[in-house]
């Protein structure tokens, strides 16, 4: 959503201990030109508590979707799909990737270090990424042991 609005990445770095490190560590820069509701709504989806995070609590997406961000949403027109999309992407087939960047379509498969070459459907229907997987929490210790990754990182 971010990345949608203000048009970049949050952090410039691409991968890494690093990435995580700022993930967990840095607060959020927001361009001045980023609505306060739309500031608000993110913040509350990256809280890094998954217990406190909006959507979390007993009415779940309810919560979401009844946030200012959303304010003229009719979400049942939304649900009925009778709102027309500002933009419908002409595809020429299943596989058409010509809406995604290169800088994603050409990272390797199996991560760093792994093989360069063109994700295809294929590729992303059968390895599926563990990448974020449990990447809600982070216990004193792994924030310690990322720290010192960082740091031996640098000093390659």
């Known amino acids: 959503m971010y990345e949608m609005l203000v048009g970049k990445l949050p952090f410039p770095i691409k991968r890494g201990v690093k990435l995580s490190m700022r993930i967990y560590e840095k607060k959020l820069d927001f361009p ?3 609505h306060k509701n739309a500031r608000d709504l993110i913040e509350k989806l990256l809280v890094v508590n998954p217990r406190q ?4 609590g007993p009415t779940g997406s309810e919560d979401v979707k009844s946030h200012p961000f959303f304010e003229d949403v009719d979400w049942d027109l939304v649900i009925d799909k009778k709102i027309k999309p500002p933009f419908t992407p002409k595809l020429k087939n299943d596989t058409d990737l ?3 960047d290169n800088m994603f379509t050409d990272e390797p498969i199996g991560g760093i270090g792994g093989v360069k070459r063109k994700v295809t459907i294929r590729d992303r229907d059968r390895e599926p990424s563990n990448e974020y ?3 809600t929490y982070m216990a004193e ?3 310690k042991e990322l720290n010192n990754l960082a740091k031996a990182e640098e000093n390659e």
């Open 32 to 34: 001045k030109s980023v």
């Open 53 to 56: 995070r909006l959507g979390a």
């Open 98 to 100: 010509r809406y995604f």
């Open 133 to 135: 997987k449990g990447f």
């Open 141 to 143: 210790s792994v924030s």
